[in-house]
């Protein structure tokens, strides 16, 4: 039963309901979801812990690296937690505060991942388009404005969500059809005028995600100039080989983040609902997982620290990329 908070037709609490339709197997579902968020935790907490200790690896690509980690701990921290409480022991109740403080940490550090994805662009793009200014240009100082304002960024847009939203009635109900409180699936149930709620969360959209990915863009046109100029094939290689890790990073981000963008205003009654949350959560899951994976393989110098931490030799020595 609803609970209202005076006459302002506030709810005290939202009751998430998992995937709809699926509860029968939600337990199923729970499994790969835990296994990936485990992999996640290990793997960039390692990466941050690695960053912070090896001295080889104090170099501007790594900081924007622990600045991605952090960022995929605090995204994926921010929901599973809760949506394994809702499939295992059936926590559906949040309370209305919570929940916007969810969404705010949620849309605040997806803009972030994608934000930090645009920066690594710009640090490949300095490296090989100007190696021998690459210490001078990315300073420590630089990397961390970069970071705050880049965060910043987030905050900004994102506080209005929570604004726009706690200033809606919900007449209709406090039953949410998702495993965690997203700007649109909480105004959704809103009985009240969501018009501004769906063109401002659309604007973001554009301005952030629009903006990385022009930049990302402009950046790799850059790089691929450059590298062709390049006479010999090895060199090439070395410099294509740079940017891997990054390339993989940004197919695992924004390939999830499309299909559900496109999925909820194009998609209609065609796709499941149920396939809908599922992928916001992959969304939120795939990248923090696939990341220090990646990184962890493709990376010489990573790779030689984590052998040197397991095995408790001291004279391995990293050579480069």
Known sequence: ???????????????????????????WISLPFCSMYIVAMVGNCGLLYLIRYEETLHRPMYFFLAMLSFTDVVMCTSTLPNTLGIFWFNLKEIDFNACLIQMFFIHTFTGMESGVLMLMALDRYVAICY???????????????AGFITFMRG????????????????????????????HMSVAKISCGNVKINAVYGLMVALLIGGFDIFCITVSYTMIL???????????????????????????????PAFFSFFAHRFGGHKI?????????NIYLLLPPTMNPIVYGVKIKQIRDCVIRLFSGSKDIKSHGI
């Open 272 to 280: 499941p609902h149920s396939l809908h949350i599922i992928m916001a």
């Open 155 to 182: 905050v900004i847009l994102i506080i209005p969500f929570t604004f726009l939203t706690k200033r809606l009635p919900f007449c209709r109900g406090n039953v949410i059809a998702h495993t965690y409180c997203d």
């Open 1 to 27: 039963m609803q609970r209202i908070n005076g006459t302002t037709l506030t709810p005290v609490s939202f009751f998430l309901n998992g995937v709809p339709g699926l509860e029968d197997i939600h337990i």
């Open 131 to 145: 190696p021998l200014r690459y210490a001078t240009i990315l300073t420590n100082s630089v990397i961390a404005n």
């Open 225 to 255: 100039r450059a590298v062709v100029k390049l006479s010999s094939v090895d060199a090439r290689q070395k410099a294509f080989g740079t940017c891997t890790s990054h390339i993989c990073a940004i197919v695992f981000s924004y390939t």
